[in-house]
């Protein structure tokens, strides 16, 4: 256990996180009205005061990076080929957990330099977990604002494995999972980038997902995976990246805790992409 990681930058990216999560609490202690947007994904006021304190945030911290967030107008690619780093932010990821109160909802907020996720902070309002992580420093969880730091760590490919899956998109992947985990497995379903988290505390080994996600969806709790030893990889077996052109959905993808072994080959060997 420490009291602080030495990175000032990550320190006020996860207090930023945190002032939205007061935002969002605002908005679920009450009633609130659902609209659906154009994609027909779900809208509350909570997503749009999250923004808003986040928006603010950043550009306090640097007023010249650009943002790619779900809650505001994008940026042309001809105008994002050129950017060298962003920040990329989902003011609230798991709006339909959300809406069913289940408090599987989290706010993430992630730094891309050259296509890769170098900073990350996911934090779960309700429940006030923080995950934080930089690149070459290691996953970090606080229970609570204020509290102490503890390093966190993904673990080895378990047997039988637990698998994180989607609790709002389930899908029919049973005897895929089995070539690429054993017969055993466990199905363990959590909302939102919660998923990744649980894989780089130890708690799951993989999150198979097909279908599609955002750019914002994945690139916050991609870093603290990653540097709690995991990997977020293609169905081809590449590293998931960012700002690959003028879409922002991603590519199907699996995250996994245990990043030593050759999941290439195990991937190609359960016949994906």
């Known amino acids: 256990?420490?009291?602080?990681?030495?990175?000032?930058?990550?320190?006020?990216?996860?207090?930023?996180a945190r002032r939205a999560g007061e935002a969002i609490l605002e908005v679920y202690r009450r009633d609130f009205d659902v609209e659906l947007k154009d994609d027909r994904s779900p809208l509350t006021a909570a997503d749009l005061a999250a923004q808003q304190v986040i928006a603010a945030g950043l550009a306090a911290l640097d007023p010249a990076l650009p943002l790619v967030s779900e809650e505001a107008s994008q940026a042309s690619w001809s105008e994002r080929a050129t950017w060298a780093r962003h920040w990329l932010v989902d003011p609230l990821d798991g709006?339909?957990?959300?809406?069913?109160?289940?408090?599987?909802?989290?706010?993430?907020?992630?730094?891309?330099?050259?296509?890769?996720?170098?900073?990350?902070?996911?934090?779960?309002?309700?429940?006030?977990?923080?995950?934080?992580?930089a690149r070459g420093r290691g996953?970090?969880?606080?229970?609570?604002?204020?509290?102490?730091?503890?390093?966190?760590?993904?673990r080895a490919l378990a047997q039988p494995a637990i698998v994180a899956g989607s609790r709002s998109h389930g899908g029919a992947q049973e005897d895929t999972l089995r070539q690429?985990?054993?017969?055993?497995?466990?199905?363990?379903?959590?909302?939102?980038?919660?998923?990744?988290?649980l894989l780089a505390r130890g708690g799951a080994d993989v999150y198979l997902r097909r279908g599609?996600?955002?750019?914002w969806d994945t690139a916050a709790a991609q870093c603290v995976l990653e540097e709690a030893g995991g990997a977020v990889l293609d169905l081809a077996g590449r590293p998931l990246r960012y700002d690959r052109g003028?879409?922002?959905?991603?590519?199907?993808?699996?995250?996994?805790?245990?990043?030593?072994?050759?999941?290439?080959?195990?991937?190609?060997?359960?016949?994906?992409?």
């Open 212 to 215: 599609p996600t955002s750019e």
């Open 139 to 154: 996953a970090w969880w606080q229970a609570q604002a204020g509290g102490d730091w503890e390093r966190i760590s993904a």
């Open 1 to 16: 256990m420490i009291d602080a990681f030495d990175h000032p930058l990550l320190d006020e990216v996860g207090r930023l």
């Open 180 to 197: 690429l985990v054993g017969e055993d497995y466990t199905l363990q379903p959590l909302g939102s980038s919660l998923k990744f988290c």
């Open 95 to 133: 709006t339909r957990e959300f809406v069913k109160r289940n408090g599987e909802f989290t706010v993430n907020i992630a730094l891309i330099e050259h296509h890769e996720p170098v900073l990350g902070v996911v934090l779960a309002p309700v429940t006030g977990d923080l995950y934080a992580a």
């Open 246 to 273: 003028e879409s922002l959905l991603n590519p199907e993808f699996i995250a996994v805790g245990d990043a030593g072994l050759d999941w290439p080959a195990k991937l190609r060997a359960a016949g994906l992409p």
